[in-house]
């Protein structure tokens, strides 16, 4: 089996025209956008558990967000964050563009600043925004996320680095072990049940368990 069933991929996920212009744009500007796979996964993820509110950290030009709210339930919603106006500016736009407005509510600015802000539960988290920070973000979220609620972080194994033995080039150094810190934090955490998954650039996905701090 060659994996192409009259001529197409079966392994790569279909996407309409919107999503092709969307990685196109990434690619041209360097935008680090989630790999399709991750998008199927996500909304194969979001269908199986029907979150009624989604949060995104790292919204981008949208990409990832408009994979995840096609996924969405009728009467769910998904709050995404970004600090970087133009890109801020470019994913409403696409919000527009993929008839997503009334299910998506973009914020502008720091997730640090803006998390705390943000009332409510949230029993899907979406983490893809700066890597030295994913810690940050957990630690912000966690006491809005119910029990059975989920907690994905994309990048985790930053292009192989994270599982490299050996010297790693100084300019990745302070990325890489806040990545490696925050698999260990997850798999350490009493209130997280969490696996990794070599899907993509590594997904690390934790599913919030009772815990004693509730
Ligand atoms: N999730 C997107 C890609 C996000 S790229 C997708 O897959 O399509 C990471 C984004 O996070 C960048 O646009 C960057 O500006 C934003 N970002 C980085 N640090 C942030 C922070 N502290 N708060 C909000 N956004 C942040
Ligand atoms: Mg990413």
Known sequence: ????????????????????????????????????????????????????????????????????????????????IEKDEDMYLAARENFQVAGLGEKIRPKFGDALEVLPLLGGEFDFVFIDAAKGQYLNYLELVLDQVPGGGLIIADNVLYRGYVRKSGRIAHKRRTMVRALQEYIEVIQEHPCLDSMILPLGDGLALSVKKSCPED
């Open 1 to 80: 089996m060659d994996g192409n069933l009259s001529g197409k991929s079966i392994f790569i996920p279909q996407r309409d025209a919107l999503l092709l212009a969307l990685e196109e744009r990434a690619g041209k500007d360097y935008i680090p956008i989630i790999k399709a796979e991750v998008g199927q996964f996500l909304q194969l993820l979001i269908r199986a558990v029907k979150p009624r509110r989604i949060l995104e950290i790292g919204t981008a030009i949208g990409y990832s967000t408009i994979w995840m709210a096609r996924a969405l339930a009728e009467e769910a919603e998904l709050v995404t």
